[in-house]
C-alpha cells in the first residue's frame, strides 16, 4: 500500500486548512494500478501528531493484525469492514464510527469492496 500523495501529485500533506472531496479521492485511489491487488492507501493529512488515511480494500482484503500506539478512529465510507480485537468482532457499515484505545491489538478485512478512513493520534507523553 502507498502512503503518499498520488504519483506525479505536488499535494501537500500539511497545510493551515485543508479540504478534501473525498468522492473524489475514492474515484482516483480505486483508478490506481495496483487497486487490482485488493489493498490502496494514501495518507490525506499528515500534521503534528494526526494522520489521516484512505483506505480501499477489495472484498475479502486484510489488513494482518497489528496495533497502533495512539489512539485511532476507523470510519466506513462505502461497503462493510469486519474489525476483530482480541474476543471481540465488530461488523461496521456506511456513516458508523469506531474509536480504538492505544495499544490494542486489532485486524481489519472487507466484507465487502469497502473504503474507509483511518485517522491515527500519536500518544500523548506524560
Request: charged share 25%.
Amino acid at each position: 500500500m502507498t502512503h503518499r500523495p498520488h504519483p506525479g501529485s505536488e499535494r501537500p500533506l500539511a497545510a493551515p486548512l485543508m479540504q478534501f472531496r473525498l468522492a473524489d479521492e475514492v474515484a482516483r485511489l480505486q483508478g490506481e494500478q495496483g487497486w487490482t491487488a485488493g489493498k490502496r492507501a494514501i495518507t490525506l493529512a499528515k500534521q503534528g501528531g494526526l494522520r489521516v488515511v484512505l483506505i480501499a480494500l477489495r472484498a475479502g482484503a486484510a489488513l494482518d493484525e497489528h496495533l497502533a500506539a495512539g489512539a485511532l478512529t476507523l470510519q466506513v465510507l462505502e461497503g462493510r469492514v469486519g474489525f476483530d480485537a482480541g474476543a471481540e468482532t465488530r461488523a461496521l457499515l456506511p456513516r458508523e464510527l469506531l474509536v480504538i484505545e492505544p495499544g490494542l491489538p486489532h485486524d481489519v478485512r472487507a466484507l465487502d469492496e469497502s473504503v474507509f478512513l483511518l485517522t491515527l493520534a500519536q500518544p500523548i507523553e506524560r
